[in-house]
């Protein structure tokens, strides 16, 4: 059974940052591409970067230059380092799993974990 928790999330000032984990079990961690998304109040739920079993990146235009997804196979966890953070970035993050790119680019999964609260507020 697939399970993904993640960590990390907090309240922080606008400018600062946070690092989110995404522990998995239930699967083979290395070959699976690991994406981590956000669901703020009142939106649907978006794409914030991924990594591909190969460890190649991407991110969304939004936090581009500012977060930093990492993967350490060894621990099957997925990292998102996130700077200069702003009050736009505030929602629930969550994590998932996928054997192919276009299911975790549409992130159109059967379940999801409990995500991770990050509030950026003064």
């Known amino acids: 059974q697939v399970q993904l928790v993640e960590s990390g999330g907090g309240l922080v000032q606008p400018g600062g940052s946070l690092r989110l984990s995404c522990a998995a079990s239930?699967?083979?961690?290395?070959?699976?591409?690991m994406g981590w998304y956000r669901q703020a109040p009142g939106k649907q739920r978006e794409l914030v970067a991924y990594?591909?079993?190969?460890?190649?990146?991407a991110y969304a235009d939004s936090v581009k230059g500012r977060f930093t997804i990492s993967r350490d196979n060894a621990k099957k966890t997925a990292y998102l380092q996130m700077d200069s953070l702003k009050s736009e970035d505030t929602a629930v993050y969550y994590c998932?799993?996928?054997?192919?790119?276009?299911?975790?680019?549409?992130?159109?999964?059967?379940?999801w974990g409990q995500g991770t609260q990050v509030t950026v507020s003064s």
């Open positions: 998932n799993a996928a054997r192919g790119l276009s299911g975790l680019r549409a992130g159109d999964f059967a379940s």
């Open positions: 239930g699967i083979i961690f290395n070959i699976n591409h």
């Open positions: 990594i591909t079993s190969g460890g190649i990146t």
